[in-house]
C-alpha cells in the first residue's frame, strides 16, 4: 500500500479547480454507477462486489475513457499517459497525486469507487488501493507494516447504516469512525454542519478526498477515538460503523484499525451506545452499527438493554448471529490470515476460539442500534430478532417506530378505543388452512415494504385492520364486529387493545388525527 495520499484543499481556489476538473472529466466520461454496470454488464460488475477482476479486465480492452478509468480506479493497472490523457486532466492528477507518472505509464495512488447518491447523485468513494469493494483482490498484496492504517471503500455494512439512518434536515451531525468518508456525504446532504472523527489520520485525510470529489461541502475533520475529539459537544445526528468485531486483544500495531477497536469482548460497542446519550441533543438520534456476545447464561435481549443509556428511546434489531467458529473463520479471511499458512492460521484461529472461551461466548449477533433522545421517564426500549428481507433505505421507518413509541407511550386504553386508525399501505392478508377447509387456520397481515413485518391475527383482528380506513373510532368499529360474531362488546372492548397496540407498534395500523 503507497503511503502517498493525493490532495485535495477546500480552503484553495485552485485546488479546488482542479477537484472540479477532475469530477468533470470522470461524468463526461460516464465513470458513474450506471455507466460502470452499462459497460461491464451484470455478471462483471457483480464480480467485482466479489473482488474477481478477470471479467472486468476483459471488459475494458478497448481504448474508451471509461474503460480507462476503470482499469486505472477499480482495476489499479498502469496505463499509458496518452491514454489517460484522453480521459482525465492529467496534469492536474499529478499536482494533486491522484495519479504517479512511471516513464511513459500512469497509476492510480488511490481507489475511486463509483457511488450513486439517494436521489440520483453521481458520487465517487475514495480508498487505499485494494481495499474498495470492487477492488482488486481485497487487502490482498498489502504490505505488513501498512496494514494497521487500511482504509476501506465502500461495503455492505456502509450501504446498510446509510439506508437506515434517519434523514431528517438537521443543524449538526457527527460521523463517528468516518472510514472513507461515505456516512459524512450522505449527512451533508441534510445536515448544516457534519463533523467526522477518526482515530486514524489516514482516514481522515481520505474521506476528505471523498467529500471534495463528490462535490459536498467539506467537513470539519478531527482525530480521536470515540467521543474524545468533541468533548461536551451536542449534536442531531450521531451515526458510526465502529470498529465492532470482537477480536483477540493484540499489540496496537497488530491491529486493524478499521475493524478491531482495542477493547475486549463487545466493550467499545456498548461504551459508544452508553456514551451517546450524553452528545445528543433533545429529539436527536443516534445510529449505528453493532456486533454484541451471546455469553452462556444470560439472555442477549438482557445485554443490550442494559447498554441503553437513561433518557433515551432505543430499537435494537439483531440481524443475524453466528456461532464463534463461523465468526472466528469471517474475520481471518477478512484479514487474508487464511493465506499465513496452514500452521499460522491455525494458531490465529486457536487464539480467536481461546478469547471466546475465556468470556464465556457462544455465539456472536450482528445488527443496527438506533437510539433517540426523548428524555421520557417511561424509555421504550423495543430489541428484537429479525433476520428476514427488508427494503432499503428505512430511515423513515425508523423515524415512524419512535414516533409511534410516543403515540402508545401518551394513549391509554380509553384514548385507543377513541381513536382513528387507517391500514398502513402495501399490507396483504393471507389465510393459511387445509385446502377445502370452511375456515382458515389462522390468518397473517404481510407488510409487503419497510421491515416486511408479518404477523398472526385473530378473525377479530383481521376484521378490524380490514376496516380501518380513519373514519370510525376504533370503539365503534369493534361493537360492530362484536354484533356480527355473537360476542359481548364489553369483553371485546376489554380485551382487544393490546392487540391494536400491537398492530400499532408494528406499523400495520397508523393513527389518523380527526378532521384529517
Request: aromatic letters at 6%; glycine letters at 10%.
Amino acid at each position: 500500500m503507497s503511503t502517498h495520499l493525493p490532495t485535495a484543499d477546500a480552503r484553495d481556489p485552485e485546488s479546488n479547480a482542479r477537484t472540479a476538473r477532475l469530477r468533470e472529466a470522470l461524468l463526461a466520461a460516464a465513470f458513474t454507477a450506471d455507466g460502470l454496470l452499462d459497460l461491464l454488464g451484470a455478471p462483471a460488475y457483480a464480480a467485482l462486489a466479489r473482488s474477481e477482476t478477470v471479467p472486468a479486465l476483459r471488459a475494458t480492452r478497448g481504448d474508451s475513457p471509461l474503460e480507462t478509468l476503470v482499469r486505472l480506479f477499480l482495476l489499479q493497472r498502469p496505463v499509458a499517459l496518452r491514454r489517460a490523457q484522453a480521459a482525465l486532466p492529467v496534469a492536474d492528477c499529478l499536482t494533486d497525486g491522484w495519479l504517479v507518472q512511471e516513464g511513459d505509464d500512469v497509476r492510480a495512488s488511490v481507489d475511486v469507487r463509483p457511488y450513486g447518491g439517494p436521489e440520483g447523485q453521481d458520487w465517487w468513494i475514495v480508498s487505499d488501493l485494494g481495499c474498495a469493494v470492487g477492488g482488486a483482490g481485497g487487502i490482498r498484496g498489502v504490505g505488513e507494516a501498512d496494514r494497521a492504517q487500511l482504509v476501506l471503500g465502500v461495503g455492505g455494512a456502509s450501504t446498510t447504516l446509510a439506508g437506515f439512518t434517519a434523514r431528517r434536515p438537521v443543524g449538526k451531525a457527527l460521523d463517528l469512525g468516518t472510514g472513507s468518508g461515505i456516512q459524512a456525504l450522505h449527512a451533508a446532504q441534510h445536515a448544516t454542519q457534519v463533523t467526522a472523527t477518526d482515530l486514524n489520520p489516514r482516514a481522515l485525510r481520505i474521506a476528505a478526498l471523498t467529500l471534495a470529489l463528490s462535490g459536498a461541502r467539506p467537513a470539519d475533520l478531527r482525530e480521536g477515538s470515540l467521543f474524545e475529539p468533541v468533548r461536551e459537544e451536542t449534536f442531531d445526528l450521531i451515526v458510526s460503523n465502529p470498529p465492532f468485531v470482537i477480536s483477540p486483544l493484540r499489540p496496537e500495531g497488530a491491529r486493524l484499525t478499521y475493524r478491531d477497536g482495542g477493547m475486549g469482548g463487545d466493550d467499545l460497542c456498548r461504551t459508544l451506545v452508553q456514551q451517546a446519550a450524553a452528545h445528543l441533543n433533545d429529539g436527536g438520534y443516534c445510529q449505528l452499527l453493532a456486533n454484541w456476545q451471546h455469553v452462556e447464561g444470560e439472555e442477549w435481549t438482557d445485554r443490550l438493554r442494559s447498554w441503553v443509556p437513561r433518557g433515551c428511546d432505543a430499537w435494537i434489531v439483531q440481524r443475524e448471529v453466528q456461532d464463534v467458529t463461523q465468526y472466528a473463520e469471517l474475520w481471518l479471511r477478512d484479514a487474508g490470515d487464511h493465506r499465513a499458512g496452514d500452521e499460522a492460521y491455525a494458531a490465529r484461529y486457536d487464539a480467536w476460539l481461546d478469547e471466546f472461551e475465556a468470556r464465556k461466548t457462544k455465539a456472536v449477533g450482528f445488527g443496527w442500534i438506533a437510539l433517540r433522545k426523548s428524555g421520557s421517564d417511561t424509555p421504550s426500549i423495543t430489541v428484537e430478532e429479525w433476520p428476514h428481507p427488508v427494503e432499503q433505505p428505512l430511515g423513515d421507518c425508523v423515524v415512524r417506530h419512535f414516533d409511534r413509541q410516543d403515540y402508545l407511550r401518551a394513549t391509554d386504553d380509553a384514548a385507543l378505543l377513541a381513536g382513528h386508525f387507517r391500514l398502513a399501505g402495501e399490507v396483504v392478508q393471507e389465510q393459511v388452512g387445509l385446502p377445502g377447509a370452511e375456515d382458515p387456520e389462522h390468518v397473517v397481515l404481510r407488510q409487503n415494504r419497510g421491515m416486511r413485518r408479518a404477523t398472526k391475527v385473530d378473525t377479530v383482528g383481521a376484521g378490524f385492520a380490514g376496516v380501518c380506513d380513519g373514519s370510525l373510532p376504533a370503539g365503534r368499529i369493534l361493537d360492530a364486529i362484536a354484533q356480527l360474531v355473537g360476542e359481548d362488546p364489553v369483553r371485546l372492548r376489554d380485551r382487544t387493545p393490546e392487540s391494536i397496540r400491537m398492530l400499532i407498534e408494528q406499523g400495520f395500523l397508523v393513527p389518523v388525527a380527526q378532521g384529517s
